[in-house]
């Protein structure tokens, strides 16, 4: 069975708020309005419900830096 | 084209800074230019979020992304007859030949005595088909924007995408195309609920949840192969042209090879906005220097500062402390 993981690249985050207007359950914004993932503080490190896939992959889309990392496995919290 | 003038400011970035200033340099009496990647000004505002609301613009309680650009636009236009914008374009190199900078864009060589860099998080670019359609995108079927509507006119147009601009770009076709047929990955569109019910009730077919395999056609586009997410089947669509709208993405790109001092993706600046080559200055998102924050309002007062003191290059013998505006204006007619 699939499984899905996210996280988001603060380094290169814009803090622009596309990922959190379409997808609100996965990503929040620090005081700073960098994204990240609400689920796991983003450690990318806890499986995405397939009911907010199709929004994860909207988020994935808007993205304007390609900050949202989209993964099958968790992420490795050390090399982001 | 007049390019082969020599600007006294040339800006890279027609976002609120670069409009700010070009309204400045305007202020200070020099002509300038603004180079755009995008066919439209406003930068990141009109791009990503023209609809939202900004509350910390100085002066400004509250005032949408869309309308800030419109008088900044307003704003700027007080010097028109000094100012030249150039959409559309994306700078790839810059070199420096007795004292003046020629600037190559993908189209066009600029001229200029000084340069302003206020890209903020770089060119944005619109996002690709994950497919490959180089054949047609030469041939003028594959389009990421629209310039011109009457390119359209009683042809069959396949949209993609489930934005605002996707929803938005098929309503403004559909009275002026044979057939518009909008695709989207999933059921649900992420548009403006008004945008949405104008949808449901034109004549624009919707497609979904489907995502393009392939385009076909012997010497012209012809048709358009979907498939059908989570699912097996494929269908096909007849099509003169295809229209794309997947979002942007931005990228610092050519400039990061201009020699410029480059911590974290953003070009280091002094207390005059001035970079490490003499005459190129940044500012607003792109720029960073000790205490650096990114905000519009703190983007404006860098420009009106790096704008002051390129004057000040551009023409020695001026001052860097500009006139107050209000004994400024009172000698403009």
Known sequence: MTTKYTKVNQETCIACGACGDVAPEIYGFDEEGIAYVILDDNLGNSEIPEALWDDMEDAYEECPSESIKIANQPFRTENN | ?333
């Open chain 2, 1 to 333: 084209m007049e390019n082969s003038k020599v600007m006294d400011m040339t800006i890279i970035g027609g976002g609120p800074v670069g409009m700010f200033g070009a309204f400045y340099a305007g202020m200070r009496n020099a002509s300038v230019k603004i180079i755009e990647s995008l066919p439209q000004l406003g930068g990141q505002l009109t791009a990503l979020y023209p609809e939202k609301y900004i509350y910390d613009i100085a002066g400004y309680p509250k005032v949408s992304a869309k309308s800030l650009i419109e008088n900044l636009d307003q704003q700027m236009n007080l010097f028109q007859d000094k100012l030249q914008i150039c959409l559309g374009q994306s700078v790839q190199q810059v070199e420096k030949k007795n004292g003046i900078f020629i600037i190559q864009t993908d189209t066009e060589t600029h001229y200029t005595k000084s340069i302003i860099i206020t890209a903020g998080n770089g060119a944005f670019e619109p996002k690709k088909l994950p497919i490959d359609v180089m054949e047609y995108e030469k041939a003028n079927h594959v389009h990421y924007y629209v310039n011109d509507m009457k390119r359209f006119s009683n042809k069959r147009v396949v949209v993609f995408g489930g934005g605002d601009s996707a929803v938005d770009w098929a309503l403004m076709l559909e009275p002026i195309a044979k057939k518009v047929t909008l695709v989207h990955r999933r059921d649900k569109f992420r548009a403006h609920e008004h945008s949405l019910e104008r949808l449901k009730k034109s004549n624009v077919e919707l497609v979904t949840p489907y995502v393009p395999v392939v385009l076909e056609g012997e010497h012209s586009l012809e048709k358009v192969v979907l498939h059908e997410v989570k699912g097996s089947k494929t269908i096909e669509l007849e099509a003169d042209d295809v229209l794309v709208n997947y979002g942007f993405v931005s990228t610092l790109g050519p400039i990061k090879k201009w020699d410029l001092e480059i911590n974290k993706n953003s070009i280091v600046v002094n207390s005059k906005l001035e970079t490490n080559i003499e005459g190129i200055y940044a500012a607003g998102d792109i720029c960073t220097y000790d205490g650096k924050i990114n905000l519009i309002a703190t983007g404006f007062g860098e420009v009106a500062t790096a704008v002051s003191n390129a004057k000040v290059y551009v023409e020695p013998t001026s001052k860097v402390q500009p006139m107050h505006s209000t004994s400024l204006m009172s000698t403009k007619s």
